[in-house]
Nanobody, 123 residues
Framework: QVQLVESGGGLVQAGGSLRLSCAAS????????MGWFRQAPGKEREFVAA????????YYADSVKGRFTISRDKSKNTMYLQMNSLKPEDTAVYYC????????????????WGQGTQVTVSS
Protein backbone atom coordinates (compact mmCIF):
# COMPACT_ATOMS: atom_id res chain seq x y z
CA GLN A 1 0.00 0.00 0.00
CA VAL A 2 1.02 3.56 -0.68
CA GLN A 3 -0.35 6.52 1.23
CA LEU A 4 -0.43 9.92 -0.44
CA VAL A 5 -0.92 13.28 1.26
CA GLU A 6 -1.27 16.53 -0.67
CA SER A 7 -0.52 19.98 0.67
CA GLY A 8 0.05 23.49 -0.58
CA GLY A 9 -3.38 24.46 -1.81
CA GLY A 10 -4.97 27.80 -1.03
CA LEU A 11 -6.44 31.00 -2.36
CA VAL A 12 -4.47 33.04 -4.88
CA GLN A 13 -5.22 35.86 -7.29
CA ALA A 14 -5.18 35.32 -11.02
CA GLY A 15 -1.63 35.45 -12.33
CA GLY A 16 -0.22 34.17 -9.06
CA SER A 17 1.60 30.95 -8.21
CA LEU A 18 1.25 27.98 -5.89
CA ARG A 19 3.29 24.84 -5.35
CA LEU A 20 1.50 21.64 -4.43
CA SER A 21 3.28 18.78 -2.72
CA CYS A 22 2.39 15.10 -2.58
CA ALA A 23 4.18 13.14 0.12
CA ALA A 24 4.21 9.38 -0.26
CA SER A 25 4.69 6.80 2.45
CA UNK A 26 4.31 3.09 2.93
CA UNK A 27 5.57 0.68 0.33
CA UNK A 28 8.50 1.95 -1.72
CA UNK A 29 7.31 3.45 -4.93
CA UNK A 30 10.55 3.89 -6.83
CA UNK A 31 8.99 2.15 -9.83
CA UNK A 32 5.69 3.97 -9.82
CA UNK A 33 4.25 6.52 -12.16
CA MET A 34 2.62 9.46 -10.42
CA GLY A 35 0.20 12.09 -11.53
CA TRP A 36 -1.88 15.13 -10.65
CA PHE A 37 -5.58 15.36 -11.40
CA ARG A 38 -8.15 18.01 -10.60
CA GLN A 39 -11.89 18.21 -10.22
CA ALA A 40 -13.93 21.39 -10.34
CA PRO A 41 -17.49 21.57 -8.96
CA GLY A 42 -19.93 19.89 -11.30
CA LYS A 43 -17.18 18.58 -13.57
CA GLU A 44 -15.44 15.27 -14.04
CA ARG A 45 -11.96 14.66 -12.70
CA GLU A 46 -9.38 15.61 -15.34
CA PHE A 47 -5.75 14.89 -15.95
CA VAL A 48 -3.24 17.65 -15.21
CA ALA A 49 0.26 16.17 -15.33
CA ALA A 50 2.17 12.93 -14.81
CA UNK A 51 5.75 11.87 -14.21
CA UNK A 52 7.71 8.65 -14.31
CA UNK A 53 9.35 8.21 -10.94
CA UNK A 54 12.55 6.69 -12.27
CA UNK A 55 13.31 8.68 -15.39
CA UNK A 56 11.40 11.87 -14.88
CA UNK A 57 9.47 11.61 -18.14
CA UNK A 58 6.58 14.06 -17.99
CA TYR A 59 3.17 14.51 -19.58
CA TYR A 60 0.96 17.59 -19.37
CA ALA A 61 -2.58 18.47 -20.26
CA ASP A 62 -2.71 21.09 -23.00
CA SER A 63 -4.54 23.46 -20.68
CA VAL A 64 -1.58 23.70 -18.28
CA LYS A 65 1.39 23.21 -20.60
CA GLY A 66 3.86 26.04 -20.20
CA ARG A 67 2.34 27.16 -16.90
CA PHE A 68 2.62 24.10 -14.64
CA THR A 69 5.70 21.99 -13.91
CA ILE A 70 5.65 18.54 -12.36
CA SER A 71 8.72 17.22 -10.57
CA ARG A 72 9.76 14.72 -7.93
CA ASP A 73 12.35 14.43 -5.20
CA LYS A 74 13.24 10.79 -4.72
CA SER A 75 15.13 11.45 -1.48
CA LYS A 76 11.99 12.95 0.06
CA ASN A 77 9.48 10.62 -1.57
CA THR A 78 7.64 13.71 -2.69
CA MET A 79 6.12 14.90 -5.94
CA TYR A 80 5.46 18.56 -6.70
CA LEU A 81 3.30 20.64 -8.99
CA GLN A 82 4.54 24.18 -9.52
CA MET A 83 1.64 26.24 -10.83
CA ASN A 84 2.36 29.65 -12.36
CA SER A 85 0.18 32.17 -14.17
CA LEU A 86 -2.87 30.74 -12.48
CA LYS A 87 -6.29 31.39 -13.98
CA PRO A 88 -9.76 31.26 -12.41
CA GLU A 89 -10.46 28.15 -14.48
CA ASP A 90 -7.68 26.36 -12.59
CA THR A 91 -9.89 26.43 -9.50
CA ALA A 92 -10.48 22.85 -8.38
CA VAL A 93 -9.61 20.20 -5.85
CA TYR A 94 -6.23 18.80 -6.86
CA TYR A 95 -5.44 15.14 -6.26
CA CYS A 96 -2.20 13.25 -6.54
CA UNK A 97 -2.20 9.63 -7.62
CA UNK A 98 0.25 6.76 -8.04
CA UNK A 99 0.47 3.40 -9.75
CA UNK A 100 3.01 0.63 -10.13
CA UNK A 101 2.92 0.30 -13.88
CA UNK A 102 3.43 3.25 -16.16
CA UNK A 103 2.83 6.96 -16.28
CA UNK A 104 -0.60 7.57 -17.68
CA UNK A 105 -3.18 10.24 -18.42
CA UNK A 106 -6.19 8.10 -17.51
CA UNK A 107 -7.34 8.19 -13.89
CA UNK A 108 -8.34 4.53 -14.19
CA UNK A 109 -4.65 3.61 -14.41
CA UNK A 110 -3.95 4.83 -10.89
CA UNK A 111 -4.27 2.65 -7.81
CA UNK A 112 -3.59 5.10 -5.00
CA TRP A 113 -5.06 8.53 -4.37
CA GLY A 114 -4.60 11.35 -1.92
CA GLN A 115 -7.43 13.17 -0.19
CA GLY A 116 -7.10 16.30 -2.32
CA THR A 117 -6.19 19.91 -1.70
CA GLN A 118 -8.31 22.91 -2.71
CA VAL A 119 -6.92 25.51 -5.09
CA THR A 120 -9.00 28.65 -5.58
CA VAL A 121 -7.97 31.33 -8.07
CA SER A 122 -9.80 34.64 -7.79
CA SER A 123 -10.24 36.98 -10.74
Amino acid sequence: QVQLVESGGGLVQAGGSLRLSCAASGRTFSTYGMGWFRQAPGKEREFVAAISWRGGITYYADSVKGRFTISRDKSKNTMYLQMNSLKPEDTAVYYCAANNRVIARASSEYDYWGQGTQVTVSS
